[in-house]
């Protein structure tokens, strides 16, 4: 019998195509060799051209899922995606304040990398309230920076301020990634608690396949977390994991593919 590994729980959406969401976090959480758990907050449909429409779960069930896994098996680190709605992020804010979740990593996911949205207009203010305060780390895109902030981030100069305005909503980190500043020639995520900025820098690779990094990434930080990594320490990991990841990448259908973490696999 093998020993217990860390368990991590991600709070997310399906996607039927397999390259985002929930089957995103879990091949990523397996690769990163911790037990990955689920809440599903909605089912997408969804393949490589991106989501036609999804269906929401009731949010006492996705609270249920969360105290179901929390009070039997336990949680190192947990990590949000897909929220859908303000009532799922108000049943969420309160099952994390009713049992022990451990580090908790908020993606703030708005909507899928081909422009659908996966996130109510009216939810804005709930993220904003509900799940920055509780968030031991956030990591937004630059759209999501906008949406949130209001601010349009255009330089890096841009990312530092943007960090500090999230930084005011109450979360302990804030990671601005950089991803969508398309004229960077590499791909830069600053990293703030309110004191010092860390900056992580890596290549932009010239891949279309880029399906799924920001649940990747958010995942293999919380794997790390879950194993009782500090913040700057775990987000270096994941940097260096999605690096590789997208490195990976493989075409999928006829629209964009994930990237893979089943280099870690290999060898
Ligand atoms: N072309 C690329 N080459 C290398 N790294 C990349 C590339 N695109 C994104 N990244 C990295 O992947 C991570 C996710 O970044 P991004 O800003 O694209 O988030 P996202 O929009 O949430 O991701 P997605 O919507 O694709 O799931 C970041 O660490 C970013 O720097
Ligand atoms: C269920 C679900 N969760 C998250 C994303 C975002 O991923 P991407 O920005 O790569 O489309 C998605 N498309 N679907």
């Avoid at 690769?31 to 036609?52: E, K, P, R, W, Y």
């Avoid at 949205?117 to 804005?124: C, S």
């Avoid at 703030?192 to 958010?218: C, M, N, Q, W």
């Amino acid at each position: 019998m093998a020993a217990t590994p860390p368990r991590v729980l991600t709070i997310a959406g399906s996607d039927s195509g397999g390259g985002a969401g929930i089957q995103a976090d879990l091949r990523t959480l397996f690769a990163c060799g911790v037990h990955g758990m689920t809440a599903i907050t909605a089912v997408t449909v969804q393949n490589s051209l991106g989501v036609t429409g999804y269906t929401e779960i009731p949010p006492d069930v996705v609270a249920a899922q969360i105290e179901a896994v929390a009070s039997d098996i336990g949680v190192n680190a947990a990590k949000t995606g897909m929220l859908a709605s303000a009532a799922i992020i108000e049943a969420v804010a309160a099952a994390v304040d009713r049992v022990d979740v451990g580090p908790f990593v908020v993606d703030p996911v708005a909507a899928s990398m081909h422009g659908h949205q996966l996130l109510a207009d009216d939810a804005l203010d709930a993220v904003r309230t509900l799940l920055f305060p509780r968030a031991t780390l956030v990591t937004p895109n630059l759209d999501e920076v906008r949406l949130i902030t209001g601010i349009e981030v255009r330089s890096r100069a841009d990312q530092r301020k943007a960090a500090e305005a999230l930084h005011a909503m109450g979360p302990r980190w804030v990671l601005v990634k950089g991803g969508h500043l398309w004229d960077d020639p590499e791909c830069l995520d600053v990293l703030y608690d309110g004191a010092e900025f860390i900056e992580l820098v890596g290549p932009r690779y010239d891949v279309k396949h880029t399906h799924g990094s920001g649940d990747t990434l958010a995942s293999a930080i919380a794997s790390q977390l879950a194993r009782g990594a500090d913040v700057p320490s775990a987000v270096r990991f994941g940097k260096d994991f999605i690096v590789r990841s997208v490195a990976a990448a493989y075409p999928l259908g006829a629209g964009v593919g994930p990237v893979s973490p089943l280099w870690r696999l290999e060898g």
